[in-house]
Nanobody, 113 residues
């Protein structure tokens, strides 16, 4: 059974940083691209970033230059380093395998003074 468990969210001031983690189980993790999405209150879920195995990364324009997606295949974990956070980044963040439609419960990030 595929499981994804996100962690690392919290309350942070504008301009601050957080690193999210997502542990994946039930699949051959290294064989899959990984993605992060987010959903702000009252909004649809939106794509944030993708890392295709050990190769290409891509980012939504709204986070480019501030967020970095990374992975540790030995730990079946995908990370999202978020810097220079803004109030508009407030959302529940979810990780996902690029080619499989399984979702974790997400982790809440709140950016506020």
């Amino acid at each position: 059974q595929v499981q994804l468990v996100e962690s690392g969210g919290g309350l942070v001031y504008p301009g601050g940083s957080l690193r999210l983690s997502c542990v994946v189980s039930g699949v051959e993790f290294s064989m899959h691209g990984v993605e992060w999405y987010r959903q702000a209150p009252g909004n649809e879920r939106q794509w944030v970033a993708t890392k295709i195995r050990e190769g290409t990364t891509s980012y939504a324009d709204s986070v480019k230059g501030r967020f970095t997606i990374a992975r540790d295949n030995a730990k079946n974990t995908v990370f999202l380093q978020m810097n220079a956070l803004k109030p508009v980044d407030t959302a529940v963040y979810y990780c996902k395998l690029r080619d499989m439609n399984f979702w974790g419960r997400g982790t809440l990030v709140t950016v506020s003074s």
